[in-house]
């Protein structure tokens, strides 16, 4: 299956799928004008991905900011992972966060509660 | 001399140039291929001609007697009314320096005599495009800058009158920033005899889809107020979450319309002295003169998206009041400015500490600091989304 690669801009992150790698990185900051859209792409990516999965997979999360619409596309997006991972494809993420930034480090904590996955919270260097 | 080639709808050129040979060639080219033409040799008429006729563009040379083609270009570009008409230099002077001399001065473009027709004749027209392309966008955002603005005072009027909040408190501020025109922010009080609610709402998104959100926020409140019960935040949460979800239809989870808001409840009586909070995320903010400041979360859990659960109870806290409290709200669009040393986000971390250092000072004092605050954390970025904080205090005695 191709990668998928989108350029960060000011309001939406990175975004790097690596199907051959089964690495999947977001990094950046999230506040579309339309989360729904913007992320529609990746969606239906990753919908695809987690069917074809056989394996490990690592995600790596990255985010300064996220505004609320984007917050519940990620938690569908974690929820899709959680799937696939109790399908039998172990799957990891990693949340970084900025030792700063309370939001992020908030944000994360409240996925990993919510989220049946192996989850890292992980600071990053200052 | 002065001459026009008379007609409507078609578009007008104005040319400016000493040599009546130039004018009379490019009154018969322009003339062939349709064009209005108002030719002069007088620089000095420039401006009295361009109001007159009203030219979509003006070819204009350099070197003139009297006024030379910059002088007249400023003009026209120091004109508000004239300012927005397209200006080509027509010269032979192809010096690069009278070149960018000319663009500063506000022309479009600059063209070197001898020059070839097709060529001017193609550059006229492009410009004239882009000018009414320009004319029409322009139209276009007024027409929906307008709209938003008249939806503004709509949304302004929803909101409560100082007249009311002041008959229940001694004192208290209201810091309202929505990002664009109308946001997604919203405040939202009922009166009764001793008692009151006081709603502060944060809908996913700003500008228009954030309004319109507060609109549908705002009725169901009133609703619910007079209906259901009054005097119950969680119970209150409880009613809007199930409403909000059924008024949008979210019942499944696709990613089709998810919308929903944090929102905090205070209940207050005045006569039994005490105040119930619930709230979906939303935090209050109590401080008691130089004290630590307290800060009460609300349950982690947003109102109306189609992934909240309907049968989710929101937790009440009551705070019996000795009469020196005050009480804050905000949004997360405070906390959530990006800004400061390393472009994160504030943080609620930072709000506390903001109010720690003003806690002391008159509530109006803190909303100029507050909001000084925020500006300076902010810094040069935008403002990433709407912004409300509310401060007050309760009347130690009910309202008569």
Known sequence: MENLTIEETKSTPRIIFDAQENILEIKGRSYPEDAMKFYKPAFDWLKEYVVALQGECTCNISLI???????????????????AHSQGNPITINWYYHPDNENAKELGEEYKEEIELPFNLIEEEA | MEQINPGQEQPAVLVVDDEEAILEMLKTIFAREGYRVIITSDSRKVLKL???????????????????????????????????????????????????????????????????????????????????????LQKMNDDILTSIRYARKIQNSILPDHNTLESFFSSYFILWRPRDIVG???????????????????????????????????????????????????????HLNVIIRSTLHQTQNTLSSDDGM????????????????????????????????????????????????EEYEFTNHEIVLKGNERFYLVSDGFTDQLGGENDLPMGKKGFRNYLRSCREDSLESQKIFLKERFLQYKGNNSQIDDVTVLGFTLKNNSPE
């Not at chain 2, 009278?98 to 479009?108: L, Q």
């Not at chain 2, 889809?209 to 549908?216: E, K, L, N, S, W």
Request: hydrophobic letters at 40%; glycine letters at 6%; charged letters at 25%.
């Open chain 2, 184 to 238: 997604g922010d919203f405040y939202w009080f009922q009166p009764r005899k001793d008692n009151f609610l006081l709603i502060l709402g944060d809908c996913t998104g700003h500008g228009v889809p954030g309004a319109f959100m507060t609109m549908i926020a705002n009725s169901t409140l009133t609703r619910i107020a007079a209906d259901y019960c009054n005097n119950d935040p969680a119970q209150i949460l409880h």
């Open chain 2, 262 to 309: 944090d929102i905090a409840v205070v209940y207050g009586n005045l006569t039994e002295k005490k105040v119930i909070f619930a709230s979906a995320r939303l935090s209050l903010f109590i401080t008691r003169g130089s004290q630590a400041i307290f800060e009460i979360p609300g349950n982690r859990r947003s109102i109306g998206y189609s992934s909240s659960n």
């Open chain 1, 65 to 83: 900011y996220i505004n609320t619409s984007s917050r519940k596309i990620f938690l569908m997006i974690l929820k899709l992972l959680e799937k």
């Open chain 2, 50 to 136: 361009t109001r007159e006729y009203s030219p979509d563009i003006i070819l204009l040379d350099i070197m003139l007697p009297f006024l030379d083609g910059f002088d007249v270009c400023r003009l026209l570009k120091n004109d508000l009314l004239l300012k927005e008409i397209p200006v080509i230099f027509l010269t032979v002077k192809s010096e690069k320096e009278d070149i960018v001399k000319g663009i500063e001065a506000g022309a479009v473009d600059y063209i070197t005599k001898p020059f070839s027709v097709t060529e001017l004749l193609a550059r006229v027209k492009t410009h004239i495009e882009l000018k009414k392309s320009k004319d029409q």
